[in-house]
């Protein structure tokens, strides 16, 4: 995967920070979306569909790095990316654009039902936990481990139908 390293001032990057953090998504994601948009880059459906995928790759990846450091409160911010972008990339192939939580939460209860499976609730609001200790730090270290552990089953639960 091609990596572009920006520079920018403290100030800009605070900025731009906060403008990342209040539409609640990925930085990476953030300015793919923002460049399309600019530049009006018609994308076809499955080149998102892999972005989302690459994303959830990269954070997983991130998350198991984080935990063999013993950085459970990253590694748990990371683990709910993972599981947000593998909601994305099956969002999109079902043409359709999930844009904050609400939206996350709506399809996973519709595709919940549609398949009959309350073990994909259950991940689900684990990968949640997930999220929330990220800015709270109470979730003890062993339950971020078996956290991610349900993580990667859930990720590989939704990779079936993609």
Not at 51 to 75: D, I, P, T
Request: charged share 35%.
């Amino acid at each position: 995967m091609p990596v572009i390293t920006v520079y920018l001032t403290e100030e800009l990057y605070r900025k731009l920070s906060e403008v990342i953090r209040s539409e609640d998504v990925s930085p990476d994601e953030f300015i793919v979306k923002l460049l399309i948009k600019e530049f009006n880059i018609d994308i076809d459906p499955t080149d998102m569909v892999e972005f989302h995928l690459r994303l959830c790759e990269k954070f997983l990846s991130e998350a198991e790095e984080f935990l063999a450091r013993g950085g459970y409160v990253q590694a748990s911010e990371k683990g709910w990316s993972a599981t947000a972008q593998i909601v994305k990339a099956l969002a999109v192939k079902e043409g359709r654009e999930l844009r904050s939580y609400k939206d996350l939460w709506t399809y996973i209860d519709e595709l919940a039902e549609k398949l009959n499976n309350r073990e994909l609730r259950r991940l689900w609001r684990t990968a949640n936990s997930l999220h929330q200790n990220f800015y709270e730090g109470w979730m003890p270290s062993r339950d971020v481990i078996y956290a991610l552990e349900d993580v990667k089953e859930f990720i590989k639960m939704l990779r079936k139908y993609l």
